[in-house]
């Protein structure tokens, strides 16, 4: 290094004044060439107090293997554990010891003596009566963080007396139960409180630190109306209410709230009108109304602050607000379930992640801007009274994934920018009035997993092609069109299919023979065709197969033998020869076929997206988090 430092000033020293590229030289080395000499200068951690020490050996016997912790180096530097210096001595301040199989409480007795413990984590575990371990323990004096989430506590909530500094407090995801009243009000500095996913009963409690920020208690038996004393609570910044059987009306004391940015009662019996003083927590950007018996009409103005709005699911009913669908800040809108009426407006923000407005009475025809919305992935508009055509508009929003249009009164043919979709994975347009053909680029929609065009006047023969054998798609639905041609043998690439249902078309020739290649396929309708020739005997390959319908067409032959838990229904094709046994599938099977085709779906399908959010982290400029959803693909 000396040597390198040499010639870089015999370099300088041939210029009387040093131009600015070589002190910038000079200085790129003193830099590069002190980083191992300062490296090399770094002091190792304070070794750690004597008696933290023991205690930390100790807990090292009830942990075990689980944290890999080295038994012969400082236990500040083992995972989980942090620790701060005074003076030449070092001392634990937070300990983390997640899902590491604890469930002998005596651990406790060595981790309370850690007196200047600031944070404690014991999540994932399985303790059974963590609280009443809390009682003599010099811990509690500087503890700001409790975390006892997800392990097996029981009974009722013990008091949390000595927590004078506790900020933090997460009981959920246990078996807790009973009343809480004052258990907690010994905590003076408490901001953030947890204990959803219990068996707490009786009022919400009330007599919590004024200094609470986050308080939730979803998941739990909370009963009664929602109390007055709740809006003390005026520093509140989320407020998680959500699985309870709270009723009665929601009171009007919002404003009380000058921060709060999430609130959520979805999922309880509350009644009476939304509270018109939400409007004005101009904090406020989610709120989760769903679940419940709430009436009258959506307040205007509702989205003005709010970005994720969720009323479905209630009696809610009147237009929707003209202005609803325009703030540029509005990302997600459900009004699924209402008895809502009149138009969707047309006005449609381009900011909205998912449009949900489905089992409504709107009317009209599908705006056109809402091709405007180009970072949409959701649009359900399905079971109203929707009519005209499908916008070619809806072609412009490249991250669709999930369209539903079901069940209302569209006419005309499918826009062929749908098939350019390439994040598209549900499309949904049965019980509609639709025509045309099915656009042949819906052969190479490489995300698709569900395609549902039943029950509409779909013409032409089916879009199949070679280049088929990348499809995703798990559920095929076109029962009950106009559909002609030859079942074609390249149908056997979809590889994914659980469910086909080509009843109720106009097809004709014969069954592939093929057909018992398909790995996953437990449904298959090919009744009320023109197919004739016999079944293949491939059939009896398909190991998963639930429902067999051939139901009234031409087909001939010998039936291959199935297992007898295999629902079949060959009536109408008078040259199937079935033997004894097989007898059994020829009449009785007849009225269960329409049955099973609204049952029987798609093991598959649940499967899919919705995108959603995380109630508690999508602040201000966050991204969206992913939820999956269940979706069902009935007919």
């Known amino acids: 290094m000396e040597k390198v430092l040499r010639v870089a000033m015999e370099v300088m020293s041939r210029h009387h004044a040093p131009d600015r590229s070589l002190c910038l030289l ?149 078996s807790l139960n009973g009343n809480i009243s004052t258990q907690l009000s010994d905590l003076p500095k408490l901001r953030s409180l947890n204990l959803s996913s219990n068996g707490f009963e009786g009022p919400v409690p009330t007599s919590i630190a004024t200094s609470l920020e986050d308080l939730v208690l979803s998941g739990n038996n909370f009963s009664d109306h929602i109390p007055m004393g709740l809006f003390r609570y005026g520093n509140l910044t989320l407020l998680d209410l959500c699985r309870n059987n709270l009723h009665g009306d929601v009171p009007d004391g919002f404003l009380s709230f000058p921060k709060l940015r999430i609130l959520v009662l979805s999922e309880n019996n509350l009644t009476g009108k939304i509270p018109r003083s939400l409007l004005n927590v101009t904090t406020l950007f989610r709120f989760g109304g769903n679940q419940n018996n709430f009436v009258g009409s959506i307040p205007q103005g509702i989205t003005r602050n709010i970005r994720m709005l969720d009323l479905s699911y209630n009696m809610l009913n009147g237009d929707i607000p003209s202005e609803l669908l325009s703030p540029d800040t509005l990302e997600t809108i459900d009004l699924t379930a209402n008895r809502l009426e009149g138009f969707i407006p047309g006005n449609v923000s381009r900011s909205l992640h998912s449009i949900r407005l489905g089992r409504n009475l709107l009317g009209g025809s599908i705006p056109e801007s809402i091709g405007n919305a180009i970072d949409l992935v959701n649009l359900l508009l399905d079971g109203n009274k929707l009519v005209g055509y499908i916008p070619w508009q809806l072609s412009r929003c490249k991250n669709l994934a999930l369209i539903d249009l079901s069940s ?43 395609l549902n065009l039943s029950h509409n006047s779909f013409t032409g023969e089916l879009p199949f092609t070679n280049s088929t054998q990348s499809l995703k798609l798990c559920y095929l639905g076109l029962h009950g069109n106009k559909l002609n041609g030859v079942i074609p043998s390249s149908i056997s690439l979809l590889q994914s299919l659980i469910t086909i249902d080509l009843g109720n078309n106009e097809l004709i020739g014969i069954i592939p023979t093929n057909i018992g290649t398909f790995l996953k396929l437990e449904r298959l309708d090919l009744s009320k065709n023109y197919l004739s020739g016999q079944v293949p005997s491939s059939v009896a390959n398909l190991e998963r197969l639930m429902c067999l319908f051939l139901s009234d067409n031409n087909l001939s032959g010998p039936l291959p033998e199935l297992p007898k838990w295999v629902m079949v229904n060959v009536t109408g094709n008078p040259g199937i020869i079935l033997d004894t046994e097989e007898n059994r599938t ?50």
């Open 408 to 450: 209302n009164q569209v006419q005309g043919n499918i826009p062929i920018g749908l098939g350019n979709l390439e994040q598209l994975v549900v499309l949904k347009l049965q019980k509609n009035n639709l025509s045309g053909d099915i656009p042949s680029s819906f052969s190479d929609m490489s995300a698709l997993e569900i």
């Open 586 to 635: 020829s009449g009785s099977m007849k009225g269960s076929q329409d049955d099973f085709r609204s049952a029987i779906w798609v093991a598959a399908a649940s499967f899919v997206l919705g995108f959603s959010l995380s109630f508690y982290w999508a602040g201000p400029g966050e991204k969206l988090m992913p939820r999956l959803e269940t979706l069902h693909c009935d007919d």
């Open 26 to 174: 000079l200085l790129l080395l003193f830099l590069l060439l002190g980083v191992p000499m300062a490296a090399s200068t770094e002091q190792s951690p304070a070794r750690l107090n004597k008696a933290h020490e023991d205690i930390m050996r100790d807990i090292l016997s009830s942990v075990g293997s689980t944290k890999n912790w080295n038994t012969s180096s400082n236990p500040c530097q083992w995972s989980g554990v942090h620790c701060s210096s005074v003076a030449s001595s070092a001392f634990v301040t937070r300990l983390s010891l997640p899902g590491c199989g604890l469930s002998n409480a005596t651990i406790l007795a060595s981790i309370c003596n850690l007196h200047t413990l600031r944070s404690l984590n014991l999540s994932r575990n399985s303790f059974t009566d963590l609280p009443s371990q809390l009682s003599p323990c010099p811990m509690k004096a500087e503890l700001q963080v409790l975390d006892l989430s997800s392990n097996m506590l029981s009974g009722q909530l013990g008091d949390f007396v000595g927590f004078h500094k506790l900020e933090v407090l997460d009981l959920s995801s246990n």
